[in-house]
Each structure stands twice: as C-alpha cells, then as structure tokens.
C-alpha cells in the first residue's frame, strides 16, 4: 500500500495498550500489564515483521505512549507515525481533563505531541472526538491546514464512527485518512463506501475486538480490574462486566474454523478478512507484547481470505447496523 508516498504493509500497530495507567472522569481507560521495556521490544518486534506505520495519541497513556514510541523510533525516518490531539491531559496524574475545542489549541497540542515523540513532524494528524458536530471540527481542520503549511504535520484525519461527518469534511486539503472500528462483528459498511468513494485511507480501530478475537478468552476470563475491559465503558462493547460478552464471543465462534483458513492463526484471520473487505483498510491492532506482535505480523505472509471464505463468514454473522457502535 502506499500512504503519503511511501510504500508499507497494509498493517499498523496501535499503541494504546502500551500507553500503560490513565484515568477518566469515570475510572480507568487504560490497559493493564503494560511494562514498558517490552514495550519498547514490542514495537521493535513490529519493525522486524514488515510494519512501518504506528497509531498513538496523546491521551494514550496521558503521553506515555507517544515517550515510549518517540524513544523507540530513534533514527528511524521510514516510518509513518499518525496521533491524535482533542482532549486535554495531565501527563503527572495520568488523567484525561476534558474536550479541547478550541481552535486555538490544535498548534500547541501539537507541539507537545512532537516534543513527547521528538519528531520534527507528524506524518498524519487525527481529531480524536469522534461525535464532535462538524460545524465545530471544520476549524480545528483549519488550525491543521495551518500546521501543514509550517511543516508540522504532513496530512490530517478524523478519528470517528460517523460516515457522515467523514463525508462532510473529506475533501479538505490535507484530509487523508478516518480512523474507524470495524472488525468480523462490526462491518461498518456505510464508512467503508465513504472511504471507497472519498479515495480516502481506512486506518481500522479494533480489528480484534479488544483482543476477543485473538481466541485468548472465553465465558469464564475475568479482566483485571485496572484494565478498561473491566469498566461499564461503551467503547468496550467486546467485554461486558469485565468478561467477554457472550453474544460476540458466539459470534466469533461460529467462524473459528474460517479465520483459521490456510493455517492462519485466529488474530491473523481476523486482520486477513479486513483485507478481504477492501484494499483500502489498514487495521492497528494494538499489541503490549513481543508474543503479541509476532502473530499480528505474521498476517502479511498470507494477504486477504479467499473470496469463498468470506462470503461463508458474511453469511454466519448477525452483525450490528450500519454506523452502529456494538452495545
């Protein structure tokens, strides 16, 4: 695929896991067991697997993800590197403070993203509010033109579910990518026909689900209670009450058998049917550990399921509408 005129595989790391404790008004929304020298090895263990795009963002972590990346990436210009910025944080307390809308707050914002990330520039920028109205976004998009023409960011996007909004603003100059969730439970279909009519870059959020897809839990898994897949949080529609919720862990195993095609592993198969959905998707699966990365990596040997797998995979499924978060 290529991406700002560089060539890359068509698959990214996500870097909320490694990103560690942070807190909202309501509890935690990190992920638990993060430990960050296998952190730095994950991301390297990326690299060594084919993959030269990273998703952060500045409230992963409260910042900690985008040190820990910026230290990982030293000296490495053949990378994309994409954050987000539209939320307010405390690096010290490790909290998330409030929605920043203000257009005056996208130039400093970023800023303090390329300090975290030692970076002269970022190659693709990201809204991270994704219900913000667009009366309200089309100006922080303009405080990002500006930040283009001043060579701070290469190019800008939106981090939403809302085909929509995607659709409202895609034809700004510099806009490139929507960062959406979409996996075999969520299909997405009215954001992918925007993103294949728009020309635009699909960078797909939660290809595994949270991990569900990965074939690590079942009924009985129990989150750790400083893990956000432990929280009542509507972003994490996959675990419900800190277990996995039943009616997308039968889903997913209606189709086990169907990830696995050709031999790929669970993870693999799951990333693979994205491809199969179109050559525009780059899924992020977010990963903490080495183990983690070496099976996502291992996607790009095999490319997208065969057609006849993915038409027996649709036909399984009972999936959520169209621009539906799963509840």
């Keep these: 695929m290529r991406i700002l005129d560089a060539d890359i595989g068509a698959l990214g790391m996500g870097c909320w896991p490694i990103g560690g404790p942070m807190f909202g008004p309501h509890g935690t929304l990190g992920y638990a067991n993060a430990e960050d020298a296998e952190s730095v090895r994950t991301i390297h263990a990326a690299i060594d697997g084919g993959i030269r795009l990273f998703d952060t963002a500045a409230v992963y972590g409260a910042g900690h993800a985008e040190r820990l990346l910026g230290y990982a990436l030293q000296g490495r210009a053949d990378v994309i590197v994409i954050s987000k910025i539209g939320i307010a944080i405390d690096e010290l307390t490790k909290r998330l403070l409030h929605d920043e809308t203000d257009p005056r707050s996208v130039m400093p914002a970023i800023d303090r993203c390329l300090e975290r990330l030692g970076r002269d520039r970022i190659d693709i920028l990201l809204l991270h509010l994704n219900d913000l109205p667009v009366r309200e976004a089309e100006p922080i998009f303009e405080q990002m033109e500006r930040a283009m023409e001043s060579g701070k960011i290469r190019a800008y996007g939106w981090s939403t579910d809302l085909s929509r909004s995607a659709a409202a603003v895609a034809q700004r100059h510099g806009f490139v990518a929507v960062e959406h969730a979409m996996n075999i439970l969520l299909e997405a279909r009215a954001m992918q026909q925007t993103v294949r009519e728009l020309g635009l870059h699909a960078l797909i959020r939660s290809p595994l689900g949270m991990g569900l ?48 095609t050709g031999g790929r592993s669970l993870a693999q198969g799951a990333i693979c049917w994205l491809w199969g959905k179109s050559d525009r998707n780059i899924p992020i699966p977010g990963a903490r550990t080495v183990g983690q990365m070496e099976d996502i990596a291992g996607a790009l040997a095999f490319g997208p399921l065969p057609l006849a797998v993915m038409e027996a995979i649709d036909a399984r499924l009972d999936r959520a509408d169209e621009d539906e978060r799963p509840r």
């Design 213 to 260: 897809l990965t074939g690590k839990y079942g009924m009985q898994s129990t989150m750790a209670p400083d893990d956000i897949r432990a929280t009542a949080s509507t972003v994490t529609p996959y675990f419900r009450d800190g277990r996995p919720n039943a009616h997308f862990l039968r889903q997913f195993d209606a189709v086990r058998d169907l990830l696995q």
